[in-house]
């Protein structure tokens, strides 16, 4: 199984990025995948995630409303669209999977057994 994230970068605040994590070894709609994000000096975060069976969603609140999780089984892929940028929405962001889980416990990085490296995004004027 392996993971890749990407499509990070710089961006002013109000701005939109999409990040992509590519699976491969990974059947998407088999496996519940999350999205995590770290600061400088923070722990890891969830921010959003999907759960395999039945595609149950979770946002974090500090995201709600401008984050997007979506799944593209045929391109083995899961997208985070991200808009209305905040600077403190800076920090490498990963993507993760595993293939069991339940919502609840999805939004903690101790759930996943596979990771992705990071990507970095940075929000700043």
């Known amino acids: 199984v392996q993971l890749q994230a990407f499509g990070g970068g710089l961006v002013q605040p109000g701005g939109s990025l999409r990040l992509t994590c590519a699976t491969s070894g990974v059947t998407p709609d088999h496996y519940a995948t999350g999205w995590f994000r770290q600061a400088p000096g923070k722990e890891r975060e969830g921010v959003s995630c999907?759960?395999?069976?039945?595609?149950?969603?979770f946002y974090a609140d500090s995201v709600k409303g401008r984050f997007t999780i979506t799944r593209d089984n045929a391109k083995k892929t899961v997208y985070l669209q991200m808009d209305s940028l905040k600077p403190e929405d800076t920090g490498v962001y990963y993507c993760a999977a595993t293939p069991r889980g339940i919502l609840s416990t999805l939004r903690i990085p101790s759930s996943y057994e596979h990771w992705g490296q990071g990507t970095l995004v940075t929000v700043s004027s």
């Open positions: 999907i759960t395999n069976d039945d595609g149950m969603i």
